[in-house]
C-alpha cells in the first residue's frame, strides 16, 4: 500500500486516467473528488463488499437451482 500525505486541493494520479482530489478535511472526515472514465466502475468498499456477496449468492443459487432440476428429471425418468 502506498501511503501519502497531500493537502485540500492537491491530487493524486493514477495511471494515466484517473485522478483523486482532496476536496475538503474536516475533523476526521475527507471528501475526495474522483475523476476516471466513465467505463470505469468507482465504489465505496463497504458497497463493493456488498455487490461481490450478493454475486457469490447468485452463483451460489443459480447453481442449486441447477442441481435441483437436474435431481427433479433424474427422479422422474426413474
Known sequence: MLVLGRKKGEAVNIGD????????????????GIEAPQETAVYRSE????????????????????????LLKSNTQK
Open 17 to 32: 486516467n484517473i485522478r483523486i482530489v482532496v476536496l475538503d478535511v474536516s475533523g476526521d472526515s475527507v471528501r475526495i
Open 47 to 70: 458497497i463493493y463488499r456488498a455487490i461481490q456477496e450478493e454475486n457469490r449468492a447468485a452463483v451460489a443459487s443459480k447453481d442449486l437451482a441447477a442441481n435441483l432440476n437436474r
